[in-house]
């Protein structure tokens, strides 16, 4: 057990590129879930995924945003035309049944010049 | 809907001496509380959860937290602060809306310092 893994760990971008963010969760784990992490702030959940299915979005998740989890293991965060607001650590992680713990990963700190 | 509200967005506490970080909470239904900690650049790591058993937490680290209903607060306790405590503490409720969704709802975060 390695424990969720995401990649990159750092992105700089500039404003109006695409960004695409992966997260690997923990081996097994069913639910899989992205937050937001502005500075000074505490997460915000953005999705989650029980398997393949995306079953909430938050309405933080503006239609620029979109994820997936195609096979119900990995996950991808994609960002398209990137905004200096969406400045951010992004932040996955998975849980093993509904109630059970979650697991973060280190983050993906984004940086949009 | 569930909440969290952490007094005290920063804390400085001497080495060896008590460690006091204040959560209150708001839900509809008995609730599941957590406090993470984060280090700098790095994501959450679980210190501990309450999930209706036992009021008394125990943690990683020597960290503890007890549950009061009657005050709606999940305050985190631990008695001699080490250098390496220094570092943001989030305290959390999970949304056991109808939904199901299980997303954690943070508060603010508390910045723990550590003087020598």
């Known amino acids: 057990d390695t424990g969720v893994s995401q990649d990159p760990r750092h992105k700089i971008t500039k404003r109006g590129q695409n960004v695409t963010f992966r997260c690997d969760p923990i081996?097994?784990?069913?639910?899989l879930y992205w937050y937001r992490q502005t500075l000074g702030q505490g997460p915000e959940f953005l999705t989650y995924f029980q398997n393949e299915a995306q079953l909430e979005k938050s309405r933080l998740l503006s239609d620029r945003f979109s994820a997936e989890r195609p096979k119900g293991s990995f996950s991808t965060l994609e960002i398209q035309r990137t905004e200096q607001g969406d400045s951010a650590m992004y932040l996955c992680?998975?849980?093993?049944?509904?109630?059970?713990?979650?697991?973060f990963g280190p983050g993906t700190r984004l940086t949009v010049l | 809907a569930q909440s969290v509200t952490q007094l005290g967005s920063h804390v400085s506490v001497s080495e060896g001496a008590l460690v006091l970080l204040r959560c209150n909470y708001s839900s509809s239904v008995p609730p599941y509380l957590f406090w993470y900690v984060q280090y700098p650049n790095q994501g959450l790591q679980l210190l501990l959860k309450y999930t209706s058993a036992a009021t008394l937490v125990k943690g990683i680290n020597g960290f503890e937290a007890e549950f009061k209903k009657s005050e709606t607060s999940f305050h985190l306790t631990k008695p001699s602060a080490h250098m390496s405590d220094a570092a943001e503490y989030f305290c959390a409720v999970s949304d056991l809306g109808g939904g199901a969704t299980n997303k954690l709802i943070f508060g603010t975060g508390t910045l723990l310092a550590v003087q020598p």
């Open positions: 081996s097994e784990h069913n639910r």
């Open positions: 992680a998975s849980s093993l049944v509904a109630l059970d713990t979650q697991y």
